[in-house]
């Protein structure tokens, strides 16, 4: 199996509030192509030490939800762990205010 890394830009509101999985989600333009549909799967997410107010905190488990979904409306969410051709592991390396994590 391939491991695929992508580093996640989240959209997160707010000063300090609690980021929430609904409002990271991304809109799917176009679906997945035939070739990488239905055939990753999210591994291991990672989400840094957040310094309120400049970030608001983000949980892993919102990320991944936030993620999954993500792919899921693009159509490239596998149905399962050990179906997936591709694993893929998601890093927050930066949030859309600008401020550094």
Do not use: W
């Not at 996640?8 to 609690?18: D, E, M, N, Q, R």
């Not at 979904?69 to 399962?80: C, P, T």
């Amino acid at each position: 199996m391939s491991v695929l890394l992508i580093g996640l830009l989240a959209v997160v509101a707010g000063c300090a509030a609690p980021a929430r999985s609904s409002r990271m989600v991304a809109e799917v333009a176009t679906p997945a192509p035939v070739t990488l549909r239905e055939r990753i799967s999210v591994t291991f997410v990672v989400t840094p030490d957040l310094k309120p107010p400049v970030h608001p905190p983000v949980d892993a488990v919102d990320l991944r939800q936030a993620v999954e979904e993500s792919l899921q409306h693009a159509g490239y969410l596998s149905v399962s762990r050990a179906a997936a051709a591709m694993l893929l592991e998601v890093a927050l390396i930066y949030l859309e205010n600008g401020a550094p994590l």
